[in-house]
């Protein structure tokens, strides 16, 4: 597996973004070599170093993550549902967990925890920015700073909530950096040629620090993001995501792609775009106010009202006919929360409703106007059982 691909993943998983997909192929590169485990470790390492100076460290969430799926895995072996992928998977996520805990374990040692009487502190997770070698930098954004490369030549500036690619590097090679928005967080980029990207709760970005003259413009999307391509006919902009492509000469529009949610669309607000699928290569031209979208393995298109895909844009939540299933992954991402729902009769209610400054209690509490239900809150965990009777 490529270098820069293998971190990618490591990435995700330490902040606990990482699909089950993510986690097997972590799983077999680690097999493939006893050394792949030390650059496991090494990463975490540092990621945690950077981290723990910022107080946000979180190793119990990537714990419980994988805790629940060997608790899963056992479920599906007391049920009889015995093969040799559900057994290798079982040991995969174990076999991940060990080595996960170790290089912390061994990490925790080390001289950067010096006070052992005092407990750590978890927060919230952080924006990270990984440059080309892998370092990973925190962002957080109340600073102001120099975003520099390897070498030490500056690269960009973040101005709070936003940072902007300079574009004078005079480079003969595509340079990646990635940048990560954990839940509840969103953040602004602005890429080398002028080009506007408002990143949504839960995504990652890959994308150059500066395009070269002759090659398209292409960044890989993981997760949500609004996007106000510059124009620029000799170069096209290209935006890869799970399973699509979008290509775009200068135009506002809005691609989704959560891994989490297993599907991917694309919302043009002005211009035009053409997004084609990576199954069967087949493309559709959209229109102002439509919508590219999966239907089976098909590329459709439908007219839609543009605002509710690009609302979160100001911050705000718009809801259109929209079901309670839908409604949680995007409530999940927005407020930094996990939702557990064990009443399932509220999965197919549909909801309209926009909000702005809410916190999730009073989003809540106005969808028990839909339908009743109770909810507890409990570090962020919100459980939702069906009311009693009266």
Same mark, same amino acid.
């Given at each position: 597996?490529?270098?820069?691909?293998?971190?990618?993943?490591?990435?995700?998983?330490?902040?606990?973004?990482?699909?089950?997909?993510?986690?097997?192929?972590?799983?077999?590169?680690? #097999?493939?070599?006893?050394?792949?485990?030390?650059?496991?470790?090494?990463?975490?390492?540092?990621?945690?170093?950077?981290?723990?100076?910022?107080?946000?460290?979180?190793?119990?969430?990537?714990?419980?993550?994988?805790?629940?799926?060997?608790?899963?895995?056992?479920?599906?072996?007391?049920?009889?549902?015995?093969?040799?992928?559900?057994?290798?998977?079982?040991?995969?996520?174990?076999?991940?967990?060990?080595?996960?805990?170790?290089?912390?374990?061994?990490?925790?040692?080390?001289?950067?925890?010096?006070?052992?009487?005092?407990?750590?502190?978890?927060?919230?997770?952080?924006?990270?920015?990984?440059? #080309?070698?892998?370092?990973?930098?925190?962002i957080n954004p109340v600073n102001t700073q120099?975003?520099?490369?390897?070498?030490?030549?500056?690269?960009?500036?973040?101005?709070?909530?936003?940072?902007?690619?300079?574009?004078?590097?005079?480079?003969?090679?595509?340079?990646?950096?990635?940048?990560?928005?954990?839940?509840?967080?969103?953040?602004?980029?602005?890429?080398?040629?002028?080009?506007?990207?408002?990143?949504?709760?839960?995504?990652?970005?890959?994308?150059?620090?500066?395009?070269?003259?002759? #090659?398209?413009?292409?960044?890989?999307?993981?997760?949500?993001?609004?996007?106000?391509?510059?124009?620029?006919?000799?170069?096209?902009?290209?935006?890869?995501?799970?399973?699509?492509?979008?290509?775009? *000469?200068?135009?506002?529009?809005?691609?989704?792609?959560?891994?989490?949610?297993?599907?991917?669309?694309?919302? *043009?607000?002005?211009?035009?775009?053409?997004?084609?699928?990576? *199954?069967?290569?087949?493309?559709?031209?959209?229109?102002?106010?439509e919508r590219a979208y999966f239907e089976g393995?098909?590329?459709?298109?439908?007219?839609?009202?543009?605002?509710?895909?690009?609302?979160?844009?100001?911050?705000?939540?718009?809801?259109?006919?929209?079901?309670?299933?839908?409604?949680?992954?995007? *409530?999940?991402?927005?407020?930094?929360?996990?939702?557990?729902?064990?009443?399932? #009769?509220?999965?197919?209610?549909?909801?309209?409703?926009?909000?702005?400054?809410?916190?999730?209690?009073?989003?809540?509490?106005?969808?028990?106007?839909?339908?009743?239900?109770?909810y507890t809150i409990n570090n962020r965990v919100?459980?939702?059982?069906?009311?009693?009777?009266?």
């Open positions: 597996m490529a270098k820069l691909k293998i971190e990618i993943l490591i990435l995700k998983f330490i902040n606990n973004q990482a699909s089950e997909e993510d986690i097997n192929a972590i799983s077999d590169w680690l #097999e493939e070599d006893v050394n792949n485990q030390k650059v496991f470790n090494n990463l975490i390492k540092t990621n945690y170093t950077v981290n723990y100076s910022m107080k946000s460290v979180n190793t119990d969430a990537a714990k419980k993550q994988f805790l629940q799926k060997i608790k899963q895995e056992k479920i599906k072996q007391k049920e009889n549902v015995f093969s040799k992928s559900s057994i290798r998977s079982y040991f995969k996520y174990a076999a991940i967990l060990i080595v996960f805990l170790s290089a912390f374990y061994m990490f925790k040692t080390k001289d950067v925890f010096t006070t052992k009487d005092t407990p750590l502190t978890v927060k919230e997770e952080s924006i990270t920015l990984q440059l #080309e070698n892998g370092n990973i930098q925190v120099i975003i520099k490369n390897i070498q030490g030549k500056t690269i960009g500036n973040q101005n709070k909530n936003k940072i902007v690619y300079t574009g004078n590097q005079n480079l003969d090679k595509l340079v990646y950096n990635m940048i990560s928005v954990p839940n509840g967080k969103r953040f602004e980029l602005i890429l080398s040629d002028g080009t506007s990207i408002q990143l949504n709760s839960g995504t990652s970005l890959k994308f150059p620090v500066q395009f070269i003259k002759g #090659e398209n413009r292409q960044v890989y999307l993981d997760g949500e993001a609004y996007f106000a391509v510059t124009k620029d006919p000799k170069h096209p902009f290209l935006v890869s995501s799970n399973d699509m492509n979008v290509k775009v *000469l200068g135009t506002k529009f809005n691609v989704t792609s959560y891994k989490k949610d297993a599907k991917t669309y694309t919302v *043009l607000v002005e211009g035009k775009v053409a997004a084609s699928d990576h *199954l069967n290569n087949e493309e559709v031209i959209l229109k102002p106010s393995k098909q590329l459709k298109l439908e007219p839609v009202d543009v605002r509710k895909y690009i609302a979160w844009v100001s911050g705000e939540l718009m809801f259109i006919d929209d079901s309670f299933a839908v409604i949680t992954n995007k *409530l999940e991402r927005k407020y930094n929360v996990q939702i557990i729902n064990n009443y399932e #009769e509220l999965n197919s209610i549909v909801i309209t409703a926009t909000f702005k400054n809410e916190n999730i209690d009073q989003v809540l509490k106005t969808f028990q106007t839909y339908k009743a239900f109770n919100i459980t939702i059982t069906k009311p009693k009777k009266m």
